[in-house]
């Protein structure tokens, strides 16, 4: 008996592992589905900070990558085998169920491996993914020799330096362009790095360029230029072959001096500088020299007559007088394109005998520009539309080189220096200076700027056309330009200054504004970006002309009190000061149309600003101090258009909480022209204070914020620059419903409402639709049982994205509240613009609308957790054309049910399995309540949008920096 019960437990100890084999399994598939999870987050989180930043994965995590894959191959070979092998061999089924305990240990630990608390990417070589917009090349004979030329050298082991001169306009710029979007993937070099360098350059200046192009982040940290010249080596070193272009030099400097690596024939790496001067490129130790020449004459005249306008057709009079003109043009591209623009539609010969006449007598008696150059360009200014024009494009020279001009701020800048007195409403201001910037986009006289999206659009000037403006404006000793120079103090010459209307040190190193200047004509006075700490308390006592102080950036604590004697200041602009805590008096500043004070540090609104009667724009975000608004402070501004207080301290409520303490919602209702309103409200009773009051239904812009929501500088810029109304409600205990605007929406955001049951309670009336609605983003409202009713939802014609997420009480998206006859069910609703639409977590949902969707633009449908939806509201009559993709898990859509076999099989090519949730079953889990998982705001190239993205473990985290008070940035730095 023993005997036995000794080979009874040997059994046991033996079938053990068999026993537990079928449940081993099932713990290994959930173990592997979660570290599934994982991987998408990871790979996910990997391919948007290699789109939007530039960065690549570390080396651990490649690794733990490549592990991954391996226990998933592994797996899945161990589960083939148990498919394969029959229950009867014992022995080979107890070595799988032993491998499977293992695999189900790897599986545990590969996932918690894959944390990674110090982050999953570093910098990616820079330059490997940039790719600058590709510029058309004129005079193709002419360049493609030139090209020929540079690419011989670049491929020369011999030659490591080469430089390319030729005058300014005539096309090096261009030329470096298609060299570095042809090799910077071409595997020639590691890396392709790109630098402009500009006249306005010193050894600071171009290091910190360097730096910036190398993505060295902690450049500023080393004070020294010996110490920055060490690490800049060091970077160079370790890109390994390298092609580094200097676009843009104007004087020799030692390589080493600065920290660039000598190329050789060891490294292979290769350094091109572009310079109008062969000087140059001699200093530099060139070891060949390429000259970049004007077009040949016929490649000249293909150009005007381009330039004139393909369906332009010249008189056999006029042509030989514009030969004649493209002659005195001599081959320079930029002079060529201007003059052509100059000179698009006139067909009166006696127009065109006076250009030729002006081009031969327009001599320049002013330095630093070639004749030819000059001559070109000067008749080109001089033929724009008006002298409004000619001011606006000289105004852009006040803008460093190559600086990338924000159109907004140019044309605010422009109003307030009165170039359209005649135009008081803001907005026709606006559209006036849209209307000069595309005339001078036109003339070719400026350039569309890199840098741009939906609601924001920038322009840059042409260095040579910028050499002309500042040398115009030198002759009549108008402007004084010293940007990013090291002029160390204000210029105060009196015989100089008594003429001077402008006055730019932008960037520059002025640290101090000592005793008083006189320039009684001074208009515009720019420091913006400055290292300015300090200002004399008489420094502006002499300015009483001053229109536009744009003070943006700078390090003071304090303006001084003559500040309070410009009685004709339109604008001033304190934009991210962020050390600013005192104002003085504005009392007397009653021409005051904007005042920025983004940023500032002050506890209490500047005294005096019941006064300012005809204030316009005033700017209030992030004054992270501001402790009060007084009652009047607001509503006394009768003329305010613009209102932005978004991250600011002070957050508004109704008046009756304030019990008399502070202005409150009514103070903004009282603003009768109020145009923009971008707030924080205390809470949703506030909110649905201001809702109710319909005072919105007056604006054209608006941002209204209740809860926790994150924004920096540049979200309130795009808000404030476009037609966007939007509402985001964040964190917040409500009733079972709240007060939403009913037309006007662009955007609607709610998160964290746990009690919130619906959004719009009431069918829509006359006049109330959602029309404009064109985001719809829901999350975490666990008590919400639906989107919207037919009603609202058949109103959505310009409805793009749709996302709602972890809202448990959800059984329908969208509810019939009237007739809910056979008939109507068969009525469907049209949505044009639907793009995306995203529902995830969602347990009890049974359906999006009982009604056909026709939804003709719909390119992405994204489906996860939502084991209750058991139909897609398309019919095979219904089928959206432009579909991309449906994401979703395979045993959800294997157990969707079809009006017609023929729909699954037409939307079945666009189906991609997306790997369950990392839930240890369905009925485990819990939807009470659920963190924000992430609707994460992220941007392409063209505008911002949402973009859906579930993230079960991974807690992307907004991190606001601020540097020396540069402002607060947002950046996604960690994954815990």
Known sequence: MELLGTVVEMGKAICAPLQSLKENEDILDKRIDEL??????????????????????????????????????????????????????????????KEVEEKIKEAVELKENGRFQE????????????????????????????????EECLMDDEVGKIGVHGMGGVGKTTLMTHIHNKFKNAGTFNCVIWVTVSKESDLEELQGRLSKALGITDFSNYKDALCKSAKLFEAFNRRGKFLLILDDMWSTFPLTKVGVLEPNQENKCKIVWTTRSKKVCRGMGSERIIEVAGLAEDESWTLFKEKLGTDFVLSPEIEPIAKAVVEECDGLPLGIITVGAAMRGVDDIRIWRNALEDLKNSRPDLEGLEDDVFSCLRFSFDHLKTQIHRDCFLYCALYPEDDQIECNSLIEKWMADGFFYEIEDREKGFDKGYTV?????????????????????????????????????????????????????????????????????????????????????????????????????????????????????????????????????????????????????????????????????????????????????LGLSFTRRLEMVPVGAISSLSHLEELSMVGSKWKWSSNEDRNGWGAGVEDIVRLMHLK??????????AFSSYVRS??????????????????????????????????NVSDSDCMNSVAF??????????????????????EPTQGDNLANLKRIVISVCPTLKYVLSIGWFQTLQNLEEIYVSHCKAMEEMVVDMGDMSEA??????????LKRLALSALPNLKSICKR?????????????????????????????????????????????????????????????????????????????????????????????????SERPEFSFQRREEDQEGQGTKRKADSIS
């Not at 592994?74 to 394969?84: A, F, P, R, T, Y």
């Not at 209204?704 to 500088?713: E, R």
């Not at 006007?744 to 309670?761: K, W």
């Open 36 to 97: 599934s999870c994982r991987e998408s987050d990871v790979r996910a989180y990997l391919e948007r900070e290699k789109v939007q930043y530039g960065k690549m994965p570390k080396r651990e995590v490649e690794l733990w990558l490549k592990n991954v894959q391996i226990i998933k191959d592994k797996v899945h070979d161990i589960k083939q085998k148990l498919g394969e092998v029959s229950w009867t061999h014992i022995q080979l089924r107890m070595n799988l169920a």
């Open 119 to 150: 982050g999953l990417v570093v910098d990616l070589l820079v330059g490997s993914t940039e790719t600058f917009p590709p510029i058309k090349i004129v005079g193709e004979t002419t360049a493609l020799k030139n090209l020929q030329k540079i």
């Open 437 to 617: 910037i595309n005339d001078l986009k036109d003339a070719c006289m400026l350039e569309k700027g890199e840098l741009g999206d939906f609601n924001r659009s920038f322009v840059r000037m042409h260095d040579l056309l910028r050499d002309l403006a500042i040398a115009i404006t030198r002759k009549s000793h108008q402007f004084v330009v010293k940007v990013r120079s090291n002029v160390g103090k204000f210029p105060r010459d009196e015989n100089l200054m008594d003429d001077v209307i402008r006055v730019s040190l932008m960037h520059g190193s002025v640290e101090m504004l000592s005793c008083q200047s006189k320039c009684p004509k001074l208009s515009t006075l720019l420091l913006e970006g400055s290292r300015l700490g300090n200002i004399d308390h008489l420094f502006f006592e002499h300015m009483q002309n001053l229109r536009v102080l744009d003070l943006s950036h700078a390090r003071f604590t304090c303006l001084p009190q003559s500040l309070s004697n410009l009685v004709n200041l339109n604008a001033l602009l304190l934009r991210n000061c962020w050390d600013l805590t005192e104002v003085p008096s504005l009392v007397q500043l009653r021409e005051l149309r904007v005042l920025d004070l983004t940023g500032a540090a002050i506890e209490y609104l500047p005294d005096g600003m019941d006064s300012l009667t005809n204030l316009k724009c």
């Open 676 to 685: 923009k309103l971008l707030v924080n409200f205390v809470d949703l009773s």
């Open 694 to 727: 319909r005072h919105w239904r007056c604006l054209n812009c608006f941002l209204l914020i209740v809860g926790g929501v994150f924004l920096d500088p540049e979200d309130i810029q795009d808000v404030l620059y476009s037609r966007e109304c939007q509402v």
């Open 741 to 762: 605007p009913k037309s006007n929406l662009t955007q609607l955001r709610i998160n964290l409402l746990y009690n919130l049951s619906t959004i719009y309670m009431e």
């Open 824 to 833: 109507n069910n068969n009525i469907p609703i049209t949505l044009p613009r």
């Open 852 to 948: 056909t969707l026709i939804c003709s633009s719909l390119e992405e449908i994204d489906v996860q957790y939502c084991p209750m939806l058991k139909m897609l509201p398309f019919s095979i009559n219904s089928l959206p054309s432009s579909l991309k993709q449906i994401k979703g898990s395979r045993r959800w859509w294997d157990s969707l049910e079809w009006d017609n076999a023929n729909t699954k099989m037409h939307l079945q090519p666009f189906f991609s399995d997306y790997p369950k949730f990392c839930y240890e079953s369905d009925e485990d889990q819990d939807f009470s309540y659920c963190p924000d998982y992430g609707f994460q705001l992220e941007e392409d190239q063209e505008r911002q949008h949402l973009q859906f």
